[in-house]
Nanobody, 124 residues
Framework: QVQLVESGGGLVQAGGSLRLSCAAS????????MAWFRQAPGNEREFVGF????????YYADSVKGRFSISRDNAKNTVYLQMNSLKPEDTAVYYC?????????????????WGQGIQVTVSS
């Protein structure tokens, strides 16, 4: 069974930075795609980005492109979401996710395993 655990969330002022981590267990981490989603109150869960195991290896939503970056440390079975130039509209619960087929997807239906989520709040 795959387990994903996010950490690193919190409160930050607009313009600041935060780095989220997602630790994975239960499978060979390096073989699989890892994605980040977020969900603000009253909104649908939306795609943030994903990282493949191969090159070119990252893809981002337009809303975060140029501000957020995803990286992975296969030795630590961990994927990171570096968030810079944060805006109040980035406030949400952030989730990491993975799937069994290894294909990139911008839809939440494309992922089989999810972390519990972690709150990120950006104050204005």
């Amino acid at each position: 069974q795959v387990q994903l655990v996010e950490s690193g969330g919190g409160l930050v002022q607009a313009g600041g930075s935060l780095r989220l981590s997602c630790a994975a267990s239960g499978r060979t981490f390096s073989n699989y795609i890892m994605a980040w989603f977020r969900q603000a109150p009253g909104n649908e869960r939306e795609f943030v980005g994903f990282i493949r195991r191969s090159v070119p290896n990252t893809y981002y939503a337009d809303s975060v492109k140029g501000r957020f970056s995803i990286s992975r440390d296969n030795a630590k079975n961990t994927v990171y979401l570096q968030m810079n130039s944060l805006k109040p509209e980035d406030t949400a619960v952030y989730y990491c996710a993975t799937n069994v087929h290894g294909l990139g997807s911008t839809s939440r239906d494309g992922y089989d395993y999810w972390g519990q989520g972690i709150q990120v709040t950006v104050s204005s």
